[in-house]
């Protein structure tokens, strides 16, 4: 019987928001242009400029017609951070955020978004200091990922769908690893176990819930059900596996 809680980490959080000048009606702010000229809003307006809009937000970068296009950083009223590229007032590109509410690091992502939710190829940081490195799709974990546990020095590896691990290997530091499905980034169904000499053993996974906090934060039991004998690999091939 194996029991195993993901680290919080893992999981995606996309804080939905606007952007500054982004309201049901434009409002006045301040925007100083690098000339020096000052405006009251960034209607029609091409070029560099400062900007400190009415909900404490500000940015220094660039416009394109009034919106932010091209190269920029903003700053949030929480002092959470973005510096990169803009499309249509929104972070679109590569570009790196910060996420630092009240200056507390929450987290760092560095890579390419789409239309403001992170999107294609990227890195973050959580602030356990895990690390996931692959493919994101509207902000959350989705495609080809390598997931690194700080503490432990796991890894998952394999195939992300909405956030979650669903098909792939679980690797412990001494190379030993599971490889099947999972299911809430858990294993869970047919797989099998290859050890660090190479013996493999093949069973399957069941979930049950063993406890649930109060912030309905679900802890999973996991049983594991052989269903073959151990496949023992001739000295010779553990040789070449363990050059390998």
């Keep these: ?42 209607i029609g307006f091409t070029g560099d400029a400062e900007v400190k809009y009415p909900n404490g937000d500000t940015y220094d970068g660039h416009f394109e017609n009034g919106v932010r296009e ?18 249509a007032n929104l972070k679109d590109g590569i570009g790196k955020m910060t996420y630092k509410p009240k200056g507390e690091f929450k987290g760092e992502y560095y890579g390419y978004w789409f239309k403001g939710l992170r999107n294609g190829e990227g890195v973050f940081t959580y602030p356990n200091k895990d690390i996931y490195s692959g493919l994101w799709k509207n902000g959350k974990k989705d495609g080809k990922g390598t997931y690194i546990f700080e503490k432990t020095r796991m890894k998952y590896v394999g195939i992300w ?9 679980w690797i412990y530091p001494d190379g030993t690893y599971f490889e099947g499905g ?4 858990q294993p869970k ?10 013996n493999i053993v093949a069973g399957n996974y069941t979930q049950t819930v063993e406890d649930e906090k109060e912030d309905k934060k679900k802890l999973y039991k996991l049983s594991w059900k ?12 553990k040789q070449q596996h363990s050059q390998t």
């Design 70 to 87: 091209g190269k920029g950083k903003y700053i949030f009223a929480s002092q959470d951070e973005y510096d990169g590229n803009f499309k």
């Design 182 to 185: 999972f299911e809430q980034n």
């Design 189 to 198: 169904g047919m797989g099998k176990w290859v050890f660090k000499n190479g």
């Design 226 to 237: 052989t269903t073959s004998d151990i496949v023992e690999i001739p000295e010779e091939s």
């Design 161 to 169: 769908s909405d956030g979650n691990l669903v098909e792939g290997k």
């Design 1 to 42: 019987v194996f029991f195993f809680q993901a680290e919080d980490g893992i999981r995606d959080v996309e804080r939905s928001r606007g952007l500054g000048d982004v309201y049901k009606r434009q409002e006045e702010y301040t925007l100083k242009t690098k000339a020096g000229e000052v405006k009251k809003s960034s």
